[in-house]
């Protein structure tokens, strides 16, 4: 009996050590972000992370707990060790595969890796290896299979394979088996106390990436992904429901439903222009890099610049519903892949449609990629073009035709139009893995530069497609609506998901509908994605009061303020303040002015969390 406790600790103490190993690879990896934190603070990740690595090494022991108490009651019964030893190694492979897709989605998303991730592999397998072919992908994979080789000299050194069974009398064996399973079951929920183990038991520092740190990865995804699968629930509950609410229609509540009038007609053609990845710290004068993408600031003299725009999220299936229908992002879910709720959301599609316009959606992908095609079809959508509509030989990327292929189309296609009409077109050159078809413009080949010069090349493409478009007829007539679907880590390594700075973006207003005295005014009041449904549709006198979550950045009543979120935890920003909470460490992780009132502070997540409350609510009301 003795030594079959010994073999159980001694499994303990391997996973143990394996999990640490990958904890350090994560902090060397990811050591430029590091660097300015104190030996001791990267060694409490270690301290602080032993709790979830003790419990995710009770998950794995229980296959083995089982075998070996069915195999030792079981006389006649004989298990070779062999088993054990796949199962273990298997085990390693799993982790170790885990331990570098963690480290390609943190550089991407600034965020651990979940259910998502697997779950768009799984659905769009192209698009998902696309997204991470900008990190080290030889890198990773030796990093891969040195945890692997690591692992497997390790487990034959400590674990006990020989899996001999122990001469004990019945009594004995109940005793000693019951005993195993109800340490086991203890070590597995973390605590003696009635609530389990959760993601705050790492959380320890004011450092996100120390937090994140110290998050025993394979716990964490195995929770995210039994979060996602479950039945859905709101993961939201600060406060009373009816608080939330009020707090929510008083943040959008006018004295006065007005705006001011920028535009020279109340029924322009409409063309949206869903610009990939155009982070703000691509454009100048929001603050971003100089020529990174000159012509935009051409365009802003020409238009109207809204200055201090954030994106819902950090992905397009955020994105496009923002902008088409003005709802938030769900943080841990998406609402555009559940068609039972997605239809049920307002659109500017078909809004547009019952007004008269032809609609149409113009996308060099595959437009099934996160049922696009579906959302497109229930609000309206007359005309789809996507990579089904292009020849092969102009599909020049894994994401499909380049931009320059994709405006060309388009301009084909309004040149057809004869009733007004409201057009989305969005681009994808400016995406992982920053494939060009022509010289990249920023030399070098650091994804930086990489990322630089497809920004370059979808803004020259902006270009030649407003050049073209100024020779028609229809131009004059027409407003076009220049948004990033998300902003970008990159050119800045802006990386954590709780930063402001990430979900900055460009809003831009432009064509010769604008009114000659508003060319090259640049709007400053704090707004989202969100805010273009019910901006535009007070320029067209339209009724926009079903878009509950879009207010007019053009009526001077109107409050300011912003909302993102990303995978579980969320942003809010108004002038005076802005702060990003946890919802895994249940903390706030950022405060803009450390220097205002903590009342304000206090105030400013207070309406965060009412909005996220609310917002998931509504999303499961659907």
């Known amino acids: 009996m003795l030594r079959s406790l010994i073999s159980f600790v001694k499994f303990f103490l391997f996973w143990l050590l394996f999990f640490m190993l990958t904890r350090a ?67 390693i492979f799993f982790i170790s595969l885990i331990a570098i897709v963690d480290l390609g989605i943190f550089t991407e998303w600034g965020a651990k890796v979940n259910f998502r991730a697997f779950d ?37 050194l400590i674990i006990d394979y020989s899996f001999k069974k122990p001469v004990e009398k019945k009594r004995s064996k109940v005793l000693f088996a019951v005993l195993l399973l109800l340490v086991n079951f203890l070590i597995l929920r973390g605590t003696l106390t009635p609530v389990p183990i959760n993601q705050s ?36 509950l600060f406060m009373p429901p009816a608080q939330a609410k009020k707090l929510v229609n008083e943040t959008f509540a006018v004295k006065k439903d007005t705006t001011v009038h920028i535009l020279t007609t109340d029924k322009p053609n409409v063309v949206i222009i869903q610009l990939e990845s155009f982070t703000a710290d691509l454009i100048q004068s929001l603050g971003g890099e100089k020529g990174d993408a000159p012509n935009f600031e051409k365009f802003i003299k020409n238009g109207v610049l809204f200055n201090n725009i954030y994106a819902a999220g950090d992905r397009t299936d955020k994105g496009i519903i923002a902008i088409l229908s003005g709802f938030p992002s769900q943080a841990i879910r998406t609402i555009v892949i559940d068609t039972a709720k997605q239809h049920k959301l307002p659109s500017l599609l078909t809004v547009f449609s019952r007004t008269g316009y032809t609609t149409s959606y113009f996308y060099g992908g595959t437009s099934s990629y996160m049922s696009f095609n579906t959302y497109m079809a229930d609000h309206k959508t007359d005309h789809i073009t996507d990579e089904a509509s292009f020849a092969k030989s102009e599909v020049g990327s894994t994401w499909g035709a380049h931009d320059n292929v994709l405006f060309a189309r388009h301009l084909t296609y309004l040149n057809q139009q004869t009733k007004p009409f409201f057009s989305l077109i969005q681009t994808l050159t400016n995406h992982e893995p920053f494939v060009l078809p022509v010289p990249p413009h920023f030399k070098g080949s650091d994804v930086t530069n990489q990322f630089r010069s497809t920004a370059y090349f979808t803004d020259s493409c902006l270009n030649a497609y407003f050049e073209d478009a100024k020779k028609h007829d229809w131009y004059k007539n027409t407003l076009f609506i220049l948004v990033a679907d998300h902003g970008h880590r990159l050119p800045k390594s802006t990386s954590m998901a709780y930063n402001p700075a990430k979900y900055h973006i460009p809003l831009l207003f432009l064509g ?16 989202n994605q969100t805010d273009i449904a019910a901006t535009l549709l007070a320029q067209l006198n339209l009724p926009h ?62 309406y965060g969390k009412a909005f996220m409350q609310q917002i998931f609510t509504e999303y499961l009301a659907y």
Do not use: C, H
Request: avoid cysteine; proline fraction near 5%.
């Open 201 to 236: 038991a790492g959380y320890f520092s004011d450092n996100q990436l120390l937090d994140l740190s110290a998050q025993n990865t394979e716990w964490n995804l195995a929770n995210n992904i039994f979060e996602n699968l479950r039945r859905p629930y709101n993961p939201y």
């Open 120 to 156: 768009t592999l799984y659905n769009s397998p192209s698009e998902s290896m696309s997204s991470t072919a900008s990190s080290p992908i030889a890198l990773n994979l030796s990093i891969g299979l040195g945890l692997l080789i690591i692992g497997i000299i390790l487990s034959n």
């Open 512 to 527: 010769d509908v604008i009114k000659p005295e508003y060319r090259g005014k640049q709007i400053s009041k704090l707004g």
């Open 545 to 606: 009061q079903q878009f509950e979550w879009s207010k007019d950045l053009l009526n001077p009543y109107s409050n300011e303020f912003a909302f993102f979120d990303w995978d579980n935890g969320f942003g809010y920003l108004t002038p005076q303040q802005a702060v990003s909470y946890d919802n895994s460490g249940q903390r706030m992780i950022y405060i803009r002015n450390k220097q205002a009132p903590g009342s304000l502070t206090n105030k400013t997540l207070l």
């Open 25 to 91: 690879t994560f902090e060397l990896y990811f050591y430029n972000k590091l660097k300015d934190v104190s030996f001791g603070e990267i060694a409490k990740t270690f301290l602080y992370g032993i709790r979830m690595d003790v419990s995710a090494t009770a998950y794995i022991a229980i296959i083995p707990l089982l075998v070996f108490i069915v195999n030792w009651f079981i006389p006649q019964s004989f298990i070779k060790s062999i088993w054990l030893k796949v199962y273990v190694w298997v085990s």
